[in-house]
T-cell receptor, first 111, second 116 residues
Framework: GESVGLHLPTLSVQEGDNSIINCAYS??????FIWYKQESGKGPQFIID?????DKRQGQRVTVLLNKTVKHLSLQIAATQPGDSAVYFC??????????FGQGTELSVKP | DTEVTQTPKHLVMGMTNKKSLKCEQH?????MYWYKQKAKKPPELMFV???????INESVPSRFSPECPNSSLLNLHLHALQPEDSALYLC???????????????FGPGTRLTVT
């Protein structure tokens, strides 16, 4: 069965605001998580990853937070732009390359 | 070149047809993957090849037959499919330096398959 899930199927934000997309996982032994962005008609695109020996990782305009105590991770997008509109998936990368995706959150950015 | 290419982009086939999906990467990656994605759903892993050997088969029906002719190419042979097999089929690759699969996967744009 699935080991990761997202809290909200859709999220609508105003351009320029910050976006927060949440994800929960069930396996406390999980140690590698990835956030993917999938635009319409395209394959998933890597955004940022985090391993269990970290609580936070930052990229360009994106931050991933990992709370191992409550088995929760989040993706924060700063100053959200129309080009950020897409479906966002959290995924657990298990040993052997088995990538288990959550259900996805569709982010809509209003101009 | 950080691209994974897939052909064809779209495919319509009857239930008695035999067709193949193709995937190619020139990043020197040694792991390649097939995923199936239904509309409004996340991708689901089907197969993993590591160093040209099949390492994971997620109990996929035998009407789907993967093939990895070399480290750059991955095929998915289709035979006697059902309408419920209609989906977006995604290919991905990763470096897999340690043969453990625990590194970033790069996805292709997918093949949109319709079975009539």
């Amino acid at each position: 069965g699935e080991s990761v899930g997202l809290h909200l199927p859709t999220l609508s934000v105003q351009e320029g605001d910050n976006s927060i997309i949440n994800c929960a996982y069930s396996n406390s032994a999980s140690d590698y998580f990835i956030w993917y962005k999938q635009e319409s008609g395209k394959g998933p695109q890597f955004i940022i990853d985090i391993r269990s020996n970290m609580d936070k990782r930052q990229g360009q305009r994106v931050t991933v937070l990992l709370n191992k105590t409550v088995k929760h991770l989040s993706l924060q997008i700063a100053a959200t732009q129309p080009g950020d509109s897409a479906v966002y998936f959290c995924a657990e990368n298990q040993y052997g390359g088995k990538l288990i995706f959550g259900q996805g959150t569709e982010l809509s950015v209003k101009p | 070149d950080t691209e994974v290419t897939q052909t064809p982009k779209h495919l319509v086939m009857g239930m008695t047809n035999k067709k193949s999906l193709k995937c190619e990467q020139h990043m020197g990656h040694r792991a390649m993957y097939w995923y199936k994605q239904k509309a409004k759903k996340p991708p689901e892993l089907m197969f993993v090849y590591s160093y040209e050997k099949l390492s994971i088969n997620e109990s996929v029906p035998s009407r789907f037959s993967p093939e990895c002719p070399n480290s750059s190419l991955l095929n998915l042979h289709l035979h006697a499919l059902q309408p419920e097999d209609s989906a977006l089929y995604l290919c991905a690759s990763s470096q897999d330096l340690k043969g453990q699969g625990v590194d970033e996967q790069y996805f292709g744009p997918g093949t949109r398959l319709t079975v009539t």
